[in-house]
């Protein structure tokens, strides 16, 4: 079974300093989300990536947030400068095309902001 | 932005009952997902659904979507402990975008 990975599984933080979470997607997949949960919450959608850019991005994906694919296999999202309010669980997920059935999700980075 | 809605936010049942999540959607999608997720844990694929009236059954979970009425419901059968769990809906907007619903939180009592 192909499987997203992701690191780290769980980062604390201090308030204001920068954040990065790592992601795998799966080798032959073409498109790439982060999604964020707060705890006991929804899971909300906040950026979506395909063909070396972003597709599409939420009002939560403000100018503090950003992504990049470096080096064709990892799927990074940066938090400049985190705030408590970004404590919560970050999802990468990888689809393989525009007609592939199945969203694949990593197992997750909690991210702690204190 | 597509709107998922999801109800009861909360559902405490019986073992051996049965009952109904309804998930409604705001606009036109061509699939839908049942997720299910355990505390602290990320997001177990369930169900795909892809045309109007299908119909997909794993164990004593049945999912359906009915495209007209923007709605698809997951039914439990015969509750066990072991279906305790959130469960969320998620829909596929234009552009490969997918939106989750507000989530099922589930708890069977023995």
């Known amino acids: 079974e192909p499987e997203v990975t992701q690191t780290p599984s769980h980062q604390v933080t201090q308030m204001g300093q920068e954040v990065i979470l790592r992601c795998v997607p799966i080798?032959?997949?073409?498109?790439f989300y982060w999604y964020r949960q707060i705890l006991g919450q929804k899971v909300e959608f906040l950026v979506s990536f395909y063909n070396n850019e972003i597709s599409e991005k939420s009002e939560i994906f403000d100018d503090q947030f950003s992504v990049e694919r470096p080096d064709g296999s990892n799927f990074t999202l940066k938090i400049r400068s985190t705030k408590l309010e970004d404590s919560a669980m970050y999802f990468c997920?990888?689809?393989?095309?525009?007609?592939?059935?199945?969203?694949?999700f990593g197992e997750g980075s909690w991210l702690t902001v204190v | 932005e597509l709107k998922v809605e999801q109800n009861p936010l909360f559902l405490s049942m019986q073992e051996g009952k049965n009952y109904t999540i309804y998930c409604n959607y705001s606009t036109t999608s061509d699939r839908l997902y049942w997720y299910r997720q355990d505390p602290g844990k990320s997001l177990e694929s369930l169900f795909v659904l892809l045309s109007n009236g299908a119909v997909k059954q794993e164990g004593r979970l049945m999912a359906s979507l009915d495209t007209k009425a923007r709605l698809s419901t997951l039914h439990i059968t015969a509750a066990v402990h072991d279906l305790s769990a959130t469960y969320f809906c998620?829909?596929?907007?234009?552009?490969?975008?997918?939106?989750f619903g507000t989530g099922t939180s589930l708890t069977v009592i023995p």
């Open positions: 080798s032959n997949h073409l498109y």
């Open positions: 997920a990888s689809v393989s095309g525009f007609s592939g059935n199945t969203i694949y």
């Open positions: 998620a829909v596929r907007a234009s552009g490969n975008q997918f939106y």
